[in-house]
């Protein structure tokens, strides 16, 4: 039997009621111009979500591995160059898929934990006088160290060396939590999933395309399946699609949205940050290093968290999924059984994320891991009584 509790896992997330209503709505038919008169609207509520006016917004039936797919199939053929990071298991699985394509990858290697090293960017871009370099892969949030890297950095590096590389940005646990701007970070092709900042099930990539990038996927000759982006923008346009939706999650999309901008944009990354303190806050109390390097590295969606030897993270992550019914995120690759993560993205509060926390801390006690009982909810709640006592002051 499901557990009734919230998760706490970095994707899917929890759903909220009012999506959850929303994909109960009866069958509809996609060839319509009801169909048509709703989707307009959603894409171009899509583009703001991205940060993007120039672009357009996709939705392929798939999810976020569908959308890497996409970015590389439509633009890159075989034998191609493209420039990226491994710096946690998701850039690593881009660079994987990358590689099953034909084409070729230069990785700079980073320490799980790091971000996008910008002066090995730099100097792998220098070097590339040619412009061999056809895309440069960046994860925005590496969802499995609990990193944020800087975009804009990365385009200020490319446009330094006047590279003219296309970049493609990871954006599968970052947009709609995090700010996202994509017009302003010259990103050419962002992709993202349905189950992270969006709150619904898996099942769509949501995928946003510049100019550029439409122009030279058209001027590409290469096959490419069924996820070329030709059809897919030619009947996105028409407000129409090359196939059947997802037409269920496409109508709780609308929600999803909804209730993006009714909460606002700046007020829901505001949120996801002050949530996050919280966090930060409790693993510090207990002692426990965050696996992000810098603050500046912090993730507001998700924090991997290192549980001391020799004390298993993933006896941890299992322990509280029986014992509590409360899901946190296992480590992975490298990391499997010494961080678990606490995701902490999409619909959740205050009082939400306290559950959680204390949740954690009688694992971690059960475990027998030294942390002082109650230090991490306490530290917790002292951070969100402190930002409200401070907005108070200002009132
Ligand atoms: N990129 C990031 C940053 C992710 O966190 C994930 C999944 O968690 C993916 C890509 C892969 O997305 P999916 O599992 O939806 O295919």
Not at 38 to 63: A, I, M, N
Not at 223 to 250: C, E, F, V
Not at 294 to 320: F, G, K, N, Q, R
């Amino acid at each position: 039997m499901q557990s009734q509790n919230p998760i706490f896992i970095p994707g899917p997330t929890n759903i909220p009621e009012r999506i959850r209503l929303a994909m109960a709505r009866p069958a509809w038919d996609h060839r319509t111009e009801a169909f048509e008169a709703f989707f307009g609207p959603l894409r171009e509520d899509l583009k703001t979500v991205f940060g993007t006016e120039q672009g357009e917004v996709v939705l392929f039936t798939g999810s976020g591995t569908t959308g890497w797919d996409v970015a590389l199939s439509n633009l890159l053929a075989p034998g191609d160059r493209v420039l990226a990071t491994s710096h946690g298991m998701f850039s690593q699985r881009w660079i994987d898929l990358a590689r099953s394509l034909g084409l070729v990858v230069d990785v700079i290697e980073a320490e799980w934990g790091e971000g996008i090293p910008m002066d090995a960017m730099e100097s792998a871009l220098a070097e590339d006088t040619q412009g061999a370099i056809k895309a440069v892969l960046a994860v925005h949030n590496e969802t499995a160290t609990g990193v944020t890297s800087d975009i804009g950095r990365v385009r200020q590096a490319m446009d330094q060396q006047q590279h003219p590389a296309l970049l493609f940005v990871d954006g599968v646990s970052s947009i709609g939590s995090l700010p996202f701007h994509m017009d302003d970070w010259g990103v050419d092709v962002a992709v993202s999933g349905s189950q992270k900042g969006f709150m619904l099930p898996t099942g769509l990539a949501v995928v946003a395309i510049s100019e550029r990038a439409e122009q030279e996927a058209a001027a590409r000759t290469h096959p490419r399946g069924h996820l070329d982006l030709g059809p897919m923008l030619k009947a996105s346009r028409a407000n129409s699609y090359p196939w059947t939706p997802a037409i269920g999650l496409i109508g709780a999309l609308r929600e999803s949205v909804d209730m993006l901008m009714e909460e606002g944009l700046p007020a829901v990354y505001a949120r996801h940050t002050h949530l996050a303190g919280g966090v930060r806050a409790a693993a510090e109390a207990w002692g426990l290093p965050i696996c992000a390097k810098h603050p500046a590295l912090y993730s507001d969606t998700v924090t991997a968290i290192h549980v001391p030897a020799p004390h298993s993270a993933a006896e941890l992550v299992a322990h509280a999924n029986r014992r509590y019914g409360v899901s946190f995120g296992v480590g992975l690759g490298p990391l499997s059984d010494r961080v678990f993560r606490i995701g902490h993205l999409g619909q959740l509060t205050e009082t939400l994320l306290l559950s959680g926390l204390a949740t954690a801390e009688m694992a971690l006690l059960d475990l027998g891991v030294a942390i002082e009982p109650g230090s991490g909810v306490a530290a917790a709640q002292g951070h969100f009584r402190a930002v409200i006592a401070e907005s108070q002051e200002q009132i």
